[in-house]
């Protein structure tokens, strides 16, 4: 054999041994990266774990304790804990400094606060609807019709303080209807109105038309004409510098998903 043939075989043989090499190290149908992943491996669409905690108004309490062990079964690996009280005391808290990853607000007027001083990252979508119902003892033993007998001489009614969005419902509906109210006392947020009709503290007192229904026969509610003219809008949105930012957005993308809408419809929630 050749010299030159000698060397067009030893040629032939080492590229041969890369060419296999290649195969084995790189493509996708043998074990390599594709464009898919990372270069980490770890593919983009991974679904967030950890934890967050989701500041609410207090009337979403029973629909987002419901929602949030949704949630967590549908999602391994996530825990969501929650904080509620009136939403401008939650407010008040998020502007300073508590470590909230999502507001769920009663109405837009507080959410507006926050995206205005930029505490809230994105946008600030409506979720749901509520409207007032006056919330009386079962049975109605004071025979609560209207709006306007909530004036009667001797009655202990309750409503929200102003700040509250249920307070400020109930200014509206007073506005609307040309009645003016007389409350014993003005609470911070609309669960306190509805636990002192429910211990018999109070006579009446004004709050979500949830409430009543989430109140499992412990109070009865009685509509009135007014309450159409005061309907509250609630927003969700991410908390500036929310250090699980993509979880705090997939779970308020869950709560506008079909299924979230499911659980507010049932709580007696209307369509944003």
Excluded: W
Excluded at 98 to 111: G, L, Q, R, Y
Excluded at 199 to 223: C, E, F, I, N, P
């Amino acid at each position: 054999m050749g010299i030159h043939m000698r060397k067009s075989i030893a040629f032939a043989a080492t590229a041969l041994v890369l060419l296999l090499a290649g195969c084995s190290a790189g493509g996708p149908g043998n074990g390599g990266s594709s464009a898919s992943t990372g270069g980490n491996g770890a593919s983009a669409s991974a679904t967030p774990t950890g934890s967050i905690t989701v500041f609410a108004a207090a009337s979403l309490q029973q629909t987002f304790t419901t929602l949030g062990k949704d949630y967590e079964r549908a999602h391994p690996g996530t825990t969501v804990t929650f904080s509620f009280a009136g939403s401008s005391d939650l407010v008040s808290q998020i502007q300073n400094g508590a470590p909230a990853d999502v507001f769920a607000s009663a109405d837009e007027k507080n959410m507006t606060k926050l995206t205005d001083a930029g505490l809230i990252a994105g946008g600030t979508p409506a979720f749901a609807t509520n409207t007032l119902q006056i919330a009386v003892a079962p049975g109605n033993p004071k025979g609560i019709a209207d709006l306007q007998d909530l004036t009667a001489s001797g009655l202990q009614v309750v409503t929200c303080a102003a700040p509250v969005p249920c307070g400020a419902a109930t200014h509206a509906v007073e506005q609307a209807s040309g009645v003016t109210l007389r409350p014993v006392s003005e609470e911070q947020s609309v669960t306190d109105v509805l636990g002192k009709v429910e211990s018999g503290q109070a006579d009446a007192g004004l709050v979500y038309v949830t409430d009543v229904r989430g109140a499992d026969g412990k109070v009865d509610g009685v509509d009135f004409a007014a309450a159409s003219k005061a309907v509250n809008t609630y927003p969700i949105g991410v908390v500036q510098g929310s250090q699980h930012a993509a979880l705090a957005a997939s779970f308020s993308a869950f709560v506008r998903s079909d299924a979230g809408a499911q659980v507010l419809r049932t709580a007696g929630f209307g369509q944003p």
